[in-house]
């Protein structure tokens, strides 16, 4: 499976692209784990970071609704 970020060609992860980052989410809200996504080492250490940084702003949530 190949990496999103790497076939799209996307260098930077934005922490206030929730639609992005939601996909890497679990019904749970946790963040789902590198072998269920595809993502390469790199953009999951990115893409962690972003969706704790959105969390931490308020702009997504901790828990599931």
């Given at each position: ?41 790199s ?16 702009i ?6």
């Amino acid at each position: 499976m190949e990496c999103y970020f790497c076939k799209k060609n996307i260098k930077e992860i934005d922490f206030k692209d929730t639609e992005l980052l939601k996909k890497f989410i679990s019904g749970l809200a946790k963040i789902r784990a590198k072998k269920r996504t595809g993502v390469c080492s790199s953009h999951q250490r990115k893409l962690s970071q972003a969706i704790k940084r959105a969390r931490y702003l308020g702009i997504l949530l901790y828990t599931p609704k």
